[in-house]
C-alpha cells in the first residue's frame, strides 16, 4: 500500500490516541491535585484555562491550592475576641463575635474563612465586618470551651490566631500556583467546555461552562476538600458546592462550536469523558455513549449514561 493511501486510514488511530493520551494527563492532574488536598490538609485543585478566541474549550490545565494559613504580620500577632451581649446573634442563632486581629490587613481575612484560636479547638467561620476585625459566628456549645468569651463589652485576653483562607473567586482571591508543571494537552485534543459540566446542566443552549460572559477568560476551577472529595466550583466568577458528578469531555479541536451536533464533539465516539466523583473525588476516564436518535430525549443524558456507569477507558 502506497504511503498516500495509508496516511487517511492511519489518521483515525493517531487522533484517537492523542484523545486517550490528553485523557490519561487530565486524569493524572486531576488525581495528584486531590493528593495534594490530603497532604497538606489544605484545599488543592485544578485551574481550567479557556484558549482566547475560543473560549469554548481549553487546552492548558494546571494546578492550584489556597494559600498557607496565617497567622499575622507580625511576630506572634495574637488576637482580642469580644461579644457585645447573649442577643448579640446572627440569623441562624450563631453568637456575633468580633475578633480584633493584631497584625492583619487588607484581603487576608474575608467571608467564608475560618480562625482558630491558641492552635487547637474549634474552628469559627468569618461571616463579616474586615480584615483587622472580623465577625465570627460562635455555636454556643463551643463559646467557653477553649477561650473566655466576655460578655458585656469586655475583651477577651490576647491569644494566637490561625486564619484559614477559603477561595472565594479567581477575581477577588486568587489561587496559589502549586509546584506542579501545568499540563498542555497533546496538539489536536481539547476539553470540550461546550458539554461539559454537571447533571443538572443538561441545556446545550446555556451550558455551565461555557456562558455569554466567557469572552472575559475567566477560567474553570475545581476544588477539592482535605478529605479528598470534591469541595466547591468555581465558573465564571461564581463559587457553587460541588454535590454532582462533574463531566468533562476530551474531544477534537476542531470538532468545538460545530455547526450541527452530528458534527461535534458529542457524537464521536472516539472521544472521552472524565468523570468526577463529588463525595469520593475518585476521577475516571469512560468512552462515548452514543447519543439517541429519539428527539424527546435530552442529548447530553444519553451521551453521559457510560460515563456514569464508570466505563473505565485506562488511566483511570
Not at 15 to 23: D, F, K, M, S
Not at 195 to 200: A, E, N, P, W, Y
Not at 226 to 253: F, H, K, M, Q
Request: proline share 8%.
Amino acid at each position: 500500500m502506497s504511503p498516500a493511501l495509508a496516511a487517511p486510514m492511519m489518521r483515525p488511530a493517531m487522533e484517537g490516541r492523542r484523545i486517550r493520551e490528553a485523557a490519561r494527563g487530565v486524569n493524572v492532574v486531576f488525581g495528584a491535585a486531590r493528593n495534594r488536598a490530603m497532604e497538606t490538609g489544605r484545599p488543592c485543585g485544578v485551574i481550567i484555562m479557556r484558549f482566547e478566541g475560543r473560549e469554548a474549550c481549553s487546552m492548558l490545565i494546571d494546578q492550584v491550592e489556597v494559600p498557607p494559613p496565617f497567622a499575622g504580620d507580625v511576630l506572634d500577632a495574637t488576637a482580642r475576641l469580644q461579644i457585645a451581649s447573649a442577643d448579640d446573634r446572627w440569623p441562624d442563632g450563631a453568637l456575633r463575635v468580633t475578633a480584633q486581629l493584631e497584625g492583619s490587613r487588607a484581603g487576608m481575612v474575608a467571608p467564608g474563612d475560618t480562625i482558630q484560636f491558641n492552635g487547637q479547638g474549634p474552628m469559627y467561620e468569618v461571616r463579616g465586618g474586615n480584615a483587622s476585625a472580623p465577625q465570627l459566628a460562635v455555636d454556643d456549645v463551643h463559646q467557653s470551651l477553649t477561650l473566655p468569651w466576655p460578655v458585656g463589652g469586655g475583651q477577651s485576653r490576647p491569644v494566637s490566631y490561625k486564619v484559614f483562607r477559603q477561595p472565594t473567586s479567581p477575581d477577588q482571591r486568587p489561587f496559589t500556583k502549586s509546584s506542579a508543571k501545568a499540563y498542555e494537552l497533546p496538539s489536536g485534543a481539547v476539553i470540550d467546555l461546550q458539554f461539559s459540566g454537571t447533571d443538572s446542566d443538561r441545556n446545550l443552549d446555556q451550558p455551565l461552562f461555557h456562558t455569554e460572559n466567557d469572552s472575559l477568560l475567566r477560567p474553570i476551577v475545581i476544588m477539592f476538600s482535605p478529605n479528598g472529595s470534591v469541595d466547591r466550583l468555581v465558573v465564571s466568577g461564581t463559587v457553587t458546592p460541588a454535590v454532582e458528578p462533574i463531566y468533562l469531555l476530551v474531544g477534537r479541536n476542531e470538532k468545538v462550536a460545530a455547526e450541527t451536533l452530528e458534527q461535534s464533539n458529542l457524537t464521536d465516539m472516539n472521544n472521552l469523558w472524565i468523570t468526577l466523583n463529588p463525595q469520593t473525588g475518585l476521577v475516571n476516564s469512560s468512552s462515548m455513549g452514543k447519543v439517541d436518535d429519539d428527539q424527546s430525549r435530552i442529548p447530553l443524558d444519553d451521551a453521559r449514561q457510560y460515563a456514569k456507569a464508570g466505563d473505565h477507558e485506562g488511566g483511570g
